[in-house]
């Protein structure tokens, strides 16, 4: 088959792996693969070095943004339908809201031209998260529900990266007569599963002034509203001080990270929460694998591949319980934690900071656990098997 995929941006993110990790498999099964995207802007990283020598053709359009912007949207809808036109696929495959949007709206709208009849392709659109959510101001939930409700008409299957994201969806009204499926946000398995010599785990830790004793709850998310770093620290006041051996170590940048440096310099915790910056997803598996205990707040999240790569290591996993967390963590592989209750997160990361069998046996479970569930080829059977479903229509 023809496959062209539509996300918005290429940036360090679980959305763009689960993307990139769908478009390689496909080319190695047999299929004609392309990938559209706008330009990576900001300061979370890019995964471009991952396009090249990947058997698909990348193709960027500059005018694709994350904000909205309706010069540049018509534009860079324009430009995706005069693509699509020129492929002619059977499927297209959209990710993320605005790419969501104007992918399967120039798929959908695709035109005659003189020379050939062109056929509608079949649309498929991926749910990693939704753009609506509690935190933010309601009319603006009121005006993506209305959106997204448009383009699910023109939506021939929805998959969900988790079951919570397909409750949340129908809950809001979105394609209540289409069909939906979950595949589990793959990861790319082997370098975390293959365990990484003390001598290099111990480097690691010494380049951020970690002992070789110390406890290390590691958090991997970007610096950046909704994902819950300030949360850690607040409740690093308490366990710092009943802890001597306790560190936090952020992997990740954003806008946020001057802030929350200086927060913990004012708490006196300069010295006991570290901050790696931007790491390259080759070293994701290193800095769980050099911590203890795998610490994620986010507020909002369809699945953090965090926690799964987490489990992967072997490391347990403490999660708000959020969307699809639930889905991963439990109580035989982590601790889930009410939103916000930064007392319950407290109690819990003591629980494991003090019991070193405890977090082996959660994290024994917990790579078990997940192994198939979000391994490539298992993700990748589902999608394939729903384009196989939809062409035969």
Not at 129 to 139: C, K, M, R
Not at 202 to 211: D, N, P, S
Request: glycine share 6%; proline share 4%; aromatic share 8%.
């Amino acid at each position: 088959m023809k496959i062209v995929h539509i996300i918005t941006r290429l940036i360090l993110g679980g959305a763009q792996e689960n993307t990139l990790i769908t478009c390689r498999l496909l080319i190695q099964r047999g299929h004609e693969v392309w990938l559209i995207t706008g330009p990576a802007s900001g300061p979370e990283g890019e995964l471009f070095e991952q396009t090249k020598q990947a058997g698909y053709k990348t193709i960027v359009v500059d005018e694709m943004i994350r904000a909205i912007n309706p010069l540049k949207d018509f534009i860079a809808y324009r430009k995706i339908r005069k693509i699509l036109n020129e492929i002619q696929p059977d499927i297209v495959h959209t990710h993320s809201a605005k790419a969501g949007i104007l992918g399967r709206y120039a798929a959908y709208n695709l035109t005659t031209n003189s020379k050939s009849e062109i056929r509608n392709p079949k649309i498929v659109h991926s749910i990693h998260g939704l753009s609506f959510h509690p935190y933010q101001n309601n009319w603006l939930n009121r005006f993506y529900i209305a959106i997204e409700k448009a383009a699910a008409k023109k939506t021939d299957y929805f998959i969900s990266v988790a079951d919570a994201m397909t409750e949340q969806a129908k809950a809001a009204g979105i394609g209540l007569d289409k069909p939906y499926i979950t595949a589990y946000s793959a990861v790319d398995e082997e370098a975390f599963l293959s365990p990484i010599p003390e001598e290099k785990r111990l480097e690691f830790r010494a380049k951020y002034g970690i002992g070789k004793d110390a406890v290390v709850l590691v958090t991997v998310a970007r610096l950046f509203m909704l994902k819950g770093h300030d949360y850690i620290i607040e409740s690093a006041k308490t366990l710092s001080k009943r802890y001597r051996n306790v560190m936090w170590l952020f992997v990740g940048d954003g806008n946020l990270a001057d802030k929350y440096k200086q927060q913990a310099s004012d708490l006196g915790l300069a010295e006991r929460i570290k901050f790696t910056g931007l790491l390259p997803p080759s070293q994701i598996p290193l800095a769980i694998q050099s911590s203890d205990i795998l610490v994620h707040c986010s507020l909002r999240e369809g699945l953090a591949r965090t926690l799964p790569q987490a489990m992967l290591c072997g490391r347990p996993a403490v999660s708000f319980d959020v969307d699809g967390a639930k889905e991963v963590v439990s109580e035989k592989t982590g601790r889930l934690v009410e939103p916000k209750n930064i007392e319950q997160l407290t109690r819990v990361c003591a629980e494991l900071i003090e019991d070193e069998n405890l977090r082996k046996r959660l994290g024994e479970n917990g790579r078990e656990s997940v192994k198939r569930k979000f391994a490539p080829e298992t993700m990748v059977d589902t999608i394939e098997d729903v384009y196989q479903k939809i062409v035969k229509e």
